[in-house]
């Protein structure tokens, strides 16, 4: 399998890294504010340490990119993005929806990521052509087509970004079967897993997303921007099923009016 030995230490690390937050959490974290007032703690920074070190024993030729500051400049083209805590604010609060994000991107194109959730028991990976996975099990999104049977997930209606959806979004909202707002990534693991059928993210950056991205693009599903790119760079994005591409479509263009 084509990026396996970046696969297999993709998995083992964001494992390594979740067990390592545990522990920050268990004897009690404190989060200070960046300049954008998103929460860190000192959990963010060890654990982004111990992934980069991993990496940079691996695949020292490799760049990196990561939340909290890590950086290095690829000599391969090559480059590993990193969320080391992706939902810190669940994490401080003790609410189990965060995550461990690591994504590899390859010229441009992300190749490979894996995404794990520790306390919803949850280790998903996939691979560029070799289908998404998870705990052991091939994935696939669901086969869902119409908004009154779907389950939308919409990560953080006071985010920036959001006002652009506003004159819609109501009316396309209430079209929905149910509505859940998870923290992102984990409602992006669960459209992959065919759980949930859309996801909304207003605002994110590319180590939010790195993952995320190639795990609903192996299991079926479709990652943009809103603005219909095929990136991670826009600071916005969205993933769903295939059926249910004309009804985000929908609402992306009408903000556009």
């Not at 390594?16 to 004897?27: M, N, P, V």
């Not at 705990?135 to 920036?160: T, Y």
């Not at 943009?224 to 994005?237: L, P, Q, R, W």
Request: proline share 4%.
């Amino acid at each position: 399998m084509a990026f396996e030995r970046e696969m297999e230490l993709a998995k083992l690390v964001v494992q390594e890294a979740a067990a390592l937050a545990i522990d920050y959490q268990r004897k009690g974290i404190t989060a200070e504010a960046k300049a954008d007032e998103s929460p860190v703690t000192a959990a963010d920074r060890a654990c982004e340490k111990l992934i980069v070190e991993a990496i940079s024993r691996k695949f020292p030729d490799d760049g990196i990119l990561g939340e909290e500051g890590a950086s290095r400049e690829s000599r391969n083209g090559r480059k590993w993005i990193i969320d080391p805590i992706d939902g810190t604010r669940d994490f401080v609060r003790g609410i189990p929806l965060w995550a461990v994000l690591i994504g590899l991107e390859v010229d441009g194109e992300i190749m490979a990521g894996a995404a794990h959730s520790p306390r919803q028991g949850l280790l998903l990976w996939a691979a560029r052509g070799h289908g998404a996975w998870a705990n052991d099990a091939l994935i696939r999104v669901s086969d869902e087509s119409r908004p009154d049977q779907a389950v939308l997930c919409f990560n953080g209606f006071n985010k920036a970004g959001v006002e652009r959806l506003e004159p819609k979004l109501l009316t396309w909202v209430q079209r929905f079967w149910a509505v859940r707002s998870l923290g992102g990534a984990v409602d992006a693991m669960l459209v992959a897993q065919g759980q949930a059928d859309v996801w909304i993210e207003p605002a994110a950056a590319a180590w939010d997303l790195a993952p995320l991205k190639i795990l609903v693009e192996e299991a079926g599903g479709k990652f943009s921007s809103f603005d219909g790119e095929s990136t991670i760079y826009a600071g916005n994005a969205y993933a769903c099923a295939p059926g249910m591409v004309p009804y985000v479509e929908e609402l992306l263009a009408a903000s556009k009016q």
